[in-house]
């Protein structure tokens, strides 16, 4: 089993990343402020859906992995350290755009097709699996017990911590909109926030010595 206090730091790590606005959070606030909360919370299911999709998926292919091949932790490190480091840079690169930027009015949809939408767009994103590979092995041990449970327990911390804050900023989107609209400088502040958080992670992972 994971000791408490590396369970503690996960759980940190995960707050920080999904507080961090991305995406999700960007299609989650547009469809409430758009269409309501319940069209933010049936989105917000597919996208959760689509989540547990990607950790079925991860898990297994790190047990796999892990197990069969000495050396796969090391390549499965390098490729995460590059890209985290990469996911730093994108996030204050000059030219980059706000969180906020690509927001729109959407039309409504039906509750099937906002479910769909959800779970689709949470499946199709490859950066979700590259992300949990990389951020997952930091965490897992295979001396704490079966890497596969490991990896389910904290798919399912990080899954159901992004569906507790998501489903808060649901239920202030109009007030989160008006916010980021009125604070502009904490905008750009947070694109170096979201870069330290990335670069901290890669560091971390860089300077593990393995499992």
């Known amino acids: 089993m994971i000791p ?16 961090t606005p991305g995406p999700n959070m960007i299609y989650l606030v547009t469809r ?17 859906c689509g989540f547990l999709f990607h950790i079925t998926f991860v898990s297994f292919g790190l047990t796999a992995v892990l197990m069969a091949i000495p050396f796969a932790y ?12 990469f996911l730093a840079w994108q996030a204050v690169k000059p030219g980059g755009k706000g969180i906020f930027d690509n927001a729109r009015t959407l039309q409504h949809d039906t509750p099937a097709k906002l479910f769909t939408m959800g779970l689709l767009t949470s499946i199709l994103n490859p950066k979700i699996a590259v992300f949990y590979l990389s951020f997952f092995p930091q965490f897992i041990n295979p001396a704490y017990g ?9 798919g399912i911390i990080q899954m159901m911590m992004s569906f507790t804050t998501n489903g808060l900023i649901i239920l202030s989107a109009s007030h989160v909109t ?5 604070n502009p400088k904490w905008v750009r502040t947070q694109k170096w926030v979201m870069a330290g958080v990335f670069s901290s992670l890669a560091i971390k992972m860089a300077l593990d010595k393995g499992k």
């Open 32 to 48: 409430s402020v758009t269409q309501g909360r319940k069209a933010g919370f049936i989105s917000l299911f597919g996208v959760a």
């Open 146 to 154: 079966s890497v596969l449970t490991q990896s389910f327990t904290l």
């Open 178 to 182: 008006r916010w980021f609209a009125g």
């Open 4 to 19: 408490i206090h590396q369970l503690l730091i996960f759980c940190l790590a995960s707050l920080i990343m999904v507080l």
């Open 74 to 85: 090391t390549l499965l490190k390098t490729t995460g350290v590059l890209y985290l480091l």
